[in-house]
C-alpha cells in the first residue's frame, strides 16, 4: 500500500482545527515557535486567527519574543554544522519522508488552507500537490546538485566548481500560498543542506504549524540524526518587526521573502546593510493580450481562472487585459456571460469557484481602487460588490468578506493600472497594434507573469523575444497564473528578481567555490606571468 493509499481524511467540522496542529497547543494557546521538537510558548504575547469564511475566531496563537528568535537561529547554526556534512542524497530520504505524510495528509492540509486562508478546497488542494510536486522535484535535486568542470589554461590543472550549503535560511511568506511558497523554499534550502527559521504571515500561522507537524513526525524516521535535527527547521510567530530581525542577523546568510514590495524593499535593504543575500518574490501586476487569431474559448477560460481564482489574491494573478479591438465585443460578452454565473460563497463546497477575501483590509483596498478608476472616466462592466453568501446550517457568512468579481474597461493611460490590486479586479484595456498592448504590459514596475493568447507563431515569438514581454514568467494560451514547480518562479523589476522553486533555483541556496588544482611539478601562474626568483 502507498502512502497516498492510507491517506487521513480531515474528518472535522467547519472550525474543528486539524489533528496536525493538536500537539503545538499549550494552554488553550497555539505555539508562537516551534524549534525542533520543542513546542514554546510565545513570549511576546499573543494574538487571534480568524478563518475568512465567517470572519469567527479560530485560535488563539502566540508570539515569539526577540530572545526566542536569536535562540533559535542559535540552534539553526549549529544544527548546520553537522547537516552539511550529511550527503545530499542522504538529505533527500528526509524529504522523501515529507513526501509520503504531505501524501497522507493531503486532506487535513487542504483543509486547514482552505479554513485559515480561503481558497476554495480544489485550489487548496491544488497547493498541496504543489509541495508535493517539490518535494519529489526536490529528491531528484539530491543526486544533482551540479558543478562544472572547466578547462584550464595552465597544463596539469584542473578547475571545477563545486556548490556547497549556504547556512541558516530565513524564510518570510504571505497568506495566500500558505504552505507552497514555504515548501519551495524549505525542501530545496533542505537537500541542499542548509538549515531554516520560517516567518509565515500572520494571517496563517496555522498552516506553518501544520507543515512543521509534517517536518517532525518524518524526522522520527531519522534516529541517528536526533542530536542535531531539533535545530533543522524552525518556526517563529510575529509581526515585520521580527522579519526585520531575520533580516538584518549576519547569521542569516540568505533571506527568502514573499509578500508586497514595500515589505520586499525593506527586507532587500535590511540584508543589504550586513551585504547578506535576499532572494525576493514581490507584487505582480500581470497582463495577458488576446490577439485577432486567439482561440477565445481557451482565452476565456485561461482569463477566468487568471483573475478570479484565488479571488485574485495571487501574485500571479490576471489584473490588465490587452484585448485586440477587432475581439474587444466577443471576449467582454464571453466574460460577462461566465461572471455572471461565478458561484461565489463557502470555499468548502465543491461547487464554489470564488471564496471570500483575506480580510475587511483587502475589500477596501478593492472598494476604494474601483471608486478611483470609476472617477478617472473608466466604465465597469460588472461586479465590485460586497455580497452576503446565504447562511448554510450554523455556518453564517455575514462577517466573511465575499465580493463579486469585477471587471472594468479602461484606457490605458490611468495611474491606478500601475498599482497591484490584490482582489479580483480585472482591466480591460483595447488595442489596435501589438507594439502598444507590449509597451503597456512593460511599462509597470512589476515584472511577473504575462501572457499572449495568439494562434500566429509570429506574434508569440515576439512576445516571448527580447523585445516581448519583459517579465519572469512569460506564457502563449495559458494564462499568468498556475505555473508548475519545474520552471524557475519569480520576475523582474519590482517583483525583485529571485527565482524560486524548479530549473537551477538551487542555486541561491548555496555557494559557490572555484577549485583549482595543480597536479603537476611545476608552479605555472594564469595570464602568463613570469614571477621567478
Ligand atoms: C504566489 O501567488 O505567491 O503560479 C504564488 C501560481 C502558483 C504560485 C503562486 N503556482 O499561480
Redesign the pocket.
Known amino acids: 500500500m502507498t502512502a497516498s493509499d492510507q491517506k487521513v481524511s480531515t474528518g472535522t467540522s467547519l472550525y474543528e482545527l486539524p489533528e496536525l496542529v493538536q500537539p503545538f497547543i499549550i494552554e488553550g494557546c497555539y505555539a508562537g515557535a516551534i524549534q525542533g521538537g520543542k513546542i514554546q510558548t510565545g513570549e511576546a504575547g499573543f494574538f487571534d486567527v480568524f478563518t475568512p469564511i465567517t470572519g469567527k475566531k479560530i485560535a488563539k496563537i502566540g508570539i515569539a519574543s526577540e530572545d526566542q528568535l536569536q535562540h533559535i537561529i542559535d540552534q539553526a547554526q549549529q544544527s548546520f554544522r553537522y547537516w552539511r556534512r550529511i550527503p545530499a542524497p542522504k538529505r533527500g530520504e528526509l524529504v522523501l519522508e515529507v513526501a509520503n505524510l504531505v501524501r497522507k495528509y493531503k486532506d487535513q492540509l487542504a483543509h486547514l488552507i482552505t479554513l485559515e486562508m480561503g481558497k476554495v478546497l480544489s485550489e487548496a488542494e491544488g497547493e498541496v500537490q504543489?509541495w508535493i510536486d517539490m518535494c519529489d522535484f526536490a529528491v531528484g535535486l539530491s543526486r544533482q546538485l551540479y558543478g562544472l568542470t572547466i578547462a584550464s589554461e595552465r597544463p596539469q590543472h584542473r578547475l571545477m566548481e563545486q556548490w556547497h550549503p549556504l547556512g541558516v535560511v530565513g524564510v518570510i511568506t504571505?497568506f495566500?500560498?500558505p504552505m507552497?511558497?514555504w515548501a519551495w523554499n524549505a525542501m530545496i534550502a533542505l537537500v541542499c543542506g542548509n538549515t531554516l527559521v520560517w516567518k509565515p504571515s500572520e494571517k496563517t500561522p496555522l498552516c506553518a504549524l501544520a507543515c512543521h507537524s509534517i517536518l517532525l513526525q518524518a524526522l522520527e524516521k531519522f534516529p541517528a540524526w536526533s542530536s542535531f535535527s531539533a535545530g533543522l527547521s524552525a518556526v517563529v510567530i510575529g509581526d515585520g518587526a521580527l522579519g526585520r530581525s531575520i533580516a538584518l542577523n549576519g547569521r542569516v546568510p540568505l533571506v527568502s521573502a514573499?509578500g508586497s514590495v514595500e515589505m520586499g524593499r525593506s527586507v532587500a535593504k535590511n540584508v543589504a546593510t550586513r551585504l547578506g543575500r535576499s532572494l525576493l518574490?514581490l507584487g505582480g501586476n500581470n497582463a495577458m493580450v488576446i490577439t485577432p487569431s486567439a482561440d477565445l474559448s481557451l482565452a476565456i477560460r485561461a482569463v477566468v481562472f487568471s483573475a478570479v481564482g484565488t479571488s485574485g489574491q495571487?501574485?500571479?494573478s490576471l489584473r490588465r487585459l490587452f484585448v485586440h479591438e477587432s475581439q474587444i465585443i466577443a471576449v467582454m460578452d464571453a466574460l460577462k456571460n461566465v461572471y455572471r454565473q461565478i458561484k461565489i460563497g463557502n470555499p468548502l463546497d465543491g461547487n464554489t469557484l470564488v471564496g471570500p477575501l483575506i480580510d475587511e483590509g483587502a475589500w477596501l483596498m478593492m472598494h476604494e481602487t474601483l471608486q478611483t478608476v470609476l472617477q478617472a472616466g473608466a466604465e465597469k462592466i460588472c461586479g465590485g460588490d460586497r455580497i452576503q453568501p446565504e447562511s448554510v446550517g450554523d455556518l453564517d457568512f455575514t462577517h466573511g468578506c465575499y465580493v463579486t468579481p469585477a471587471i472594468v474597461k479602461i484606457e490605458p493611460n490611468v495611474t491606478a493600472l500601475a498599482d497591484e490590486t490584490f482582489a479580483p479586479l480585472l482591466y480591460v484595456i483595447s488595442y489596435k497594434k501589438l507594439e502598444d498592448a507590449v509597451r503597456w504590459n512593460n511599462q509597470v514596475s512589476q515584472g511577473l507573469s504575462s501572457a499572449i493568447f495568439t494562434n500566429d507563431v509570429r506574434e508569440a515569438e515576439f512576445f516571448m523575444s527580447s523585445c516581448g514581454a519583459d517579465t519572469g514568467l512569460v506564457n502563449v494560451n495559458i494564462g499568468t497564473?498556475?505555473?508548475e514547480i519545474g520552471g524557475a518562479?519569480g520576475g523582474e523589476k519590482d517583483t525583485g528578481g529571485g527565482r524560486e522553486s524548479g530549473s537551477d533555483a538551487w542555486k541561491s541556496y548555496m555557494r559557490r567555490a572555484t577549485n583549482t588544482i595543480n597536479y603537476g611539478l611545476d608552479l605555472p601562474l594564469a595570464q602568463g606571468i613570469k614571477f621567478d626568483f
Do not use: D, H, I, L
Open positions: 504543489e504571505a495566500n500560498f507552497a511558497v514573499t518574490e495571487r501574485c500571479t497564473s498556475g505555473a518562479f
